[in-house]
């Protein structure tokens, strides 16, 4: 029996590590990078893919740290790990360089480089993280700024700041944001008067948001892809073969371990997903454990059926993993 095997996590904790660990592995194979930075970074709008994966660094996945004493420990002498008691050590799931298409003439290779952040979400609710996503995404994408003082430019060399995209990948998406992806920076807006463009602001921060869904999305090759790695019930030998047949990707290969469709806490977090997602469209107000609101009879009705589907889709869970198993 392999003991490191997603399906034999004993734990809710480890088994979303070891779920992260997978997701990780998928979104550092350079063939599944080159589709996510084809649509999500306008520098490799015109490439290959074969030639995305060729400017592509080899990518660190869960070393670099986000605060600065990680980031740059150079900068004050410190431990290269922030110990936080709430949350640890804090570091970007991946973290890497790539080259930029076209330039080079004149000016040092290293410095015609942006550098990208990508993130695995599983859980993107305020009310489940504790916080607002977008606040964290904002906070990694100003860090990947700030932390290049002394380390990609000393002093007030400013003009040598590398751009910076933070891609963050979110799992559990409903309703309207499944299948989406949006692109966030700075955008100037003239409060008194009309400021000429004498100046341009660079627009050295994106922050790229990619919402999955259940389906495969027809727009969107990126899309269809993610959704077919991290989405659909496929036992690994029928999704390595789509991966070679539809995306060209013979560089990554789905085992057992890491096959998502085996991955139940996945799964059952999604069904909770579509289940609030279907109570807030109905103005079903759920109570609270404390006793803030009595539950009503269309409520208690509306919970059986869903605690009906929550048990058909834990068979199809005890299905699909007795099949891997055989």
């Keep these: 029996m392999k003991t490191d095997s997603l399906l034999y996590a004993t734990t809710t904790e480890e088994l979303e590590h070891r779920y992260d660990e997978a997701a990780k592995a998928y979104l550092s194979n350079k063939s599944v990078l080159a589709y996510i930075l084809k649509e999500t970074v306008i520098e490799y709008k015109d490439c290959t893919l074969a030639e995305i994966e060729s400017y592509i660094d080899e990518p660190k996945i869960s070393e670099v740290g986000v605060d600065s004493e990680v980031t740059n420990p150079t900068l004050k002498g410190m431990n290269t790990e922030d110990n936080s008691i709430s949350e640890g050590k804090i570091t970007y799931d991946l973290y890497f360089q790539s080259a930029i298409p076209g330039k080079g003439k004149g000016e040092s290779k290293d410095k015609l480089k942006i550098i990208i952040n990508i993130e695995a979400q599983n859980r993107i609710k305020e009310s489940d993280l504790g916080y607002n996503l977008g606040n964290r995404a904002i906070y990694y994408a100003a860090r990947m700024i700030s932390s290049q003082k002394n380390r990609e430019f000393t002093g007030s060399n400013y003009n040598n700041i590398k751009k910076v995209y933070s891609i963050w990948i979110c ?17 100037r807006e003239d409060l008194v008067g009309h400021m000429p463009d004498i100046e341009d602001l660079p ?118 993993l007795a099949a891997q198993q055989a």
């Design 203 to 320: 627009d050295l921060i994106n922050i790229v948001r990619i919402n999955l869904s259940d389906y495969v999305s027809a727009d969107s090759k990126m899309l269809a892809l993610l959704n077919d790695l991290f989405r659909i019930e496929r036992k690994p030998q029928e999704l390595n073969q789509v991966l070679k047949d539809e995306f060209n990707i013979t560089s990554l290969k789905v085992e057992v371990e890491n096959n998502m469709a085996g991955i139940s806490e996945f799964w059952i977090s999604r069904g909770e997903a579509r289940g609030e997602a279907r109570g807030e469209a109905r103005g079903i107000i759920i109570g609270e454990a404390r006793g803030e609101e009595r539950a009503t009879k269309r409520y208690e009705s509306e919970l059986a059926a869903q605690a009906a589907e929550n048990a058909a889709l834990k068979a199809q869970i005890a299905e699909l």
């Design 171 to 187: 799992m559990t998406a409903t309703g309207d944001l499944e299948n989406t992806v949006a692109l966030y920076k700075f955008k």
